[in-house]
């Protein structure tokens, strides 16, 4: 094969400014694959107008662009192997890329507010305790029938979901109509931020004596909630926003662990008062725990713990 064109794989590191490792890995990953790999060496060439392509990925990488978004944008030629003429070809791929790299963009930007409110919530922790924030006390629950819809989602899902599932609550429950016997409410059953999906569930209490659903919508059900004990905080305005509220939670859960109660269920948050905007002043939420007494929670007993 003619080599005249093509560039050892040390020399196209040093004018990509990528390292000869990383060549070799969006190699395998199929980002940039190498005009000829010598079959007798393995040795590795590229053509010399790949490089422009290879400096665009080490720049959308710098950006912390996913590298399944890379691959597609030069598969689609939005990095400089398609036409760059001015053909409808050659212009779409530089509006692809540029849309890419705008909401690459505003996803950091997104990312870097949780993150200064991250910050400044550990501050206030810091300097003056979760507790102080927020104040926990117990709350006898009443037996509850509630309409409810689930998903599996993170938090970037989190608002999307709910604003669409609580429209179908209201929508299905108007036509029987239910007997609302309290606010909405959330439970998670478990930890839902930007790294992590958990099944969410969106509830509607409703009179269980009173008109009860006919068919259910699609991913409805109802549900018994038994009575139990609540340990809760109340939260208002900014607070109720993410990151922030994300203090709320651990409060109440280290006021569980600290006064020997354990974990009874999915954590909860009520909206008592709810604006529309998550840090509008006027927000009013509960977060709320179900818990029993450790003392006579037979699940605390050593000798009942299931096998790891």
């Given at each position: 094969?003619?080599?005249?064109?093509?560039?050892?794989?040390g020399?196209?590191?040093?004018?990509s400014g990528?390292s000869?490792t990383a060549?070799?890995?969006y190699d395998?990953s199929?980002v940039?694959?190498?005009?000829?790999?010598?079959p007798a060496?393995g040795?590795?060439?590229?053509r010399?107008?790949?490089?422009?392509?290879?400096?665009?990925?080490?720049?959308?990488?710098?950006l912390?662009m996913?590298i399944?978004?890379?691959?597609?944008?030069?598969?689609?030629?939005a990095?400089?192997?398609g036409s760059a003429d001015?053909?409808?070809?050659?212009?779409?791929?530089?509006a692809?890329?540029?849309a890419?790299?705008?909401a690459?963009?505003?996803?950091a930007?997104?990312?870097?507010?949780?993150q200064?409110?991250?910050?400044?919530?550990l501050?206030t922790?810091?300097?003056?305790?979760?507790?102080?924030n927020h104040?926990v006390t117990l709350?006898q629950?009443?037996p509850?029938?509630v309409l409810?819809?689930?998903?599996?989602v993170?938090?970037?899902?989190?608002?999307?979901?709910l604003?669409?599932?609580?429209?179908?609550l209201?929508a299905?429950a108007?036509?029987?109509?239910l007997?609302?016997?309290?606010p909405?409410?959330v439970?998670y059953?478990?930890?839902c931020?930007?790294?992590?999906e958990t099944?969410v569930?969106?509830?509607?209490?409703f009179?269980?004596s009173?008109?009860?659903p006919?068919e259910?919508?699609?991913g409805m059900?109802v549900?018994d909630?038994?009575?139990?004990?609540?340990?809760?905080?109340?939260?208002?305005?900014e607070a109720?926003?993410?990151?922030?509220?994300l203090g709320?939670?651990d409060?109440v859960?280290n006021w569980?662990?600290?006064?020997?109660?354990?974990f009874?269920?999915?954590?909860?948050?009520?909206f008592?008062?709810?604006?529309g905007?998550?840090?509008?002043?006027?927000n009013?939420l509960?977060?709320a725990?179900?818990?029993t007494?450790?003392?006579?929670?037979?699940?605390?007993d050593p000798?009942?713990?299931p096998?790891?």
């Amino acid at each position: 094969m003619d080599r005249t064109n093509l560039l050892p794989i040390g020399q196209f590191a040093q004018a990509s400014g990528l390292s000869v490792t990383a060549l070799r890995h969006y190699d395998a990953s199929g980002v940039l694959t190498p005009a000829f790999v010598d079959p007798a060496s393995g040795y590795r060439y590229f053509r010399r107008d790949q490089l422009r392509s290879a400096q665009l990925v080490r720049a959308l990488r710098q950006l912390d662009m996913p590298i399944e978004r890379v691959r597609e944008l030069l598969a689609s030629g939005a990095c400089g192997t398609g036409s760059a003429d001015g053909t409808d070809d050659g212009a779409a791929a530089t509006a692809e890329l540029a849309a890419a790299l705008r909401a690459q963009i505003e996803a950091a930007e997104r990312k870097l507010d949780v993150q200064r409110s991250v910050v400044h919530s550990l501050l206030t922790r810091l300097t003056e305790g979760a507790e102080m924030n927020h104040r926990v006390t117990l709350r006898q629950g009443t037996p509850e029938r509630v309409l409810v819809r689930g998903a599996t989602v993170n938090h970037h899902g989190l608002d999307p979901f709910l604003r669409t599932a609580y429209e179908e609550l209201y929508a299905f429950a108007g036509r029987g109509p239910l007997t609302f016997t309290g606010p909405a409410f959330v439970r998670y059953h478990g930890l839902c931020d930007e790294e992590n999906e958990t099944l969410v569930e969106a509830c509607l209490p409703f009179w269980e004596s009173g008109a009860q659903p006919g068919e259910l919508g699609e991913g409805m059900s109802v549900r018994d909630v038994p009575e139990c004990t609540y340990a809760r905080t109340v939260v208002e305005g900014e607070a109720t926003a993410f990151p922030a509220i994300l203090g709320a939670y651990d409060a109440v859960a280290n006021w569980v662990v600290e006064h020997g109660f354990t974990f009874a269920g999915p954590v909860r948050s009520t909206f008592l008062r709810w604006m529309g905007t998550p840090d509008h002043p006027d927000n009013r939420l509960e977060i709320a725990w179900p818990v029993t007494d450790a003392s006579t929670d037979p699940s605390t007993d050593p000798s009942t713990e299931p096998p790891a």
